[in-house]
């Protein structure tokens, strides 16, 4: 990867930043692309001098993104979104990056879908992830599309908004309770970004379900953080129709499309995943304590319920 240019679209977000880490310790050049640059320039202390850019490109504009790519060897695509215009970054976004990267004459992209990618989901973030995995495959058909589970890490909307939410009082309403989730480490998966761009010709044209070593149901790890953060809470299942309503109700922590999203597990099965690109998947238990410290009752000084 040395003096390679990778175009990172995306990079300054949870997982693009470690995507980042990985890519400069490999000494390649980035040219991190987003909608505003400013927000990523905290990746300039990771690099070299000259060893990032920070350029404005939008997935739904593709001039900007044909800018983006220009010389680049390499294209990294993790522009998407779980509410709002699902078809029109998820889909045609991912489309337009691909074109433009074909267009552009690059070597590899890898694209990041998820494991709910599914044209008969029924979720409209899981049809337009897959109508997206479509759309590049028409495009460049030799892209290496990414499917990961959630992903957990220190800044991550998982295991902190859930463990927020095992804190704040005596009973902890439960949705699906038996949803089986196969979180993966962000490091891991930018480990696999690395790996994947590392082989482009082993890789080329394959698609990977990247998930950790751990099959959660979602009470499952409402009682795994409950023991690592030290609290007690009652565990309250609630029944389908209820969760149901509540996700139709203004001001929920839950969409009606994300509810939608629970019927299904979000687990990779038999698919090949992080062993197929070399990388060990790193169990939760082994790395979570060391963020999830903060929701003790009393931080880093607080004993752990016996």
Known sequence: MKDKLVVLIGGGGFVGRYI????LAAGARLRIAQRRPRDAWFLKPLGGLGQTQFVAADVTQPDTIAAAVAGADAVVNL????????DGVNAAGARNVAAAAQAAGVETLIHFSALGA???SASAYGQSKAAGEAAVRAAFPNATILRPSFVFGREDQFTNRFAAMVGMGPVVPVLRADVRFQ?????DVARAVVAA???PEAHAGQTYALGGPDTL???GLLDWLAGATGHRPAFAELPDPLGALIALLPGTPITRDQ???LQADNVAGDAPGLAALGVPATPLASVAPGWLVRYRRHGRFGKLAA
């Open 118 to 120: 599914d044209a008969e």
């Open 259 to 261: 509810w939608r999203m």
């Open 217 to 219: 149901t979602m009470r």
């Open 183 to 187: 979180p993966v480490y962000v490091v």
């Open 79 to 86: 522009a998407g979104v779980l509410s709002g215009d699902f």
């Open 197 to 199: 761009l590392a082989s």
């Open 20 to 23: 980042a880490q990985e890519l």
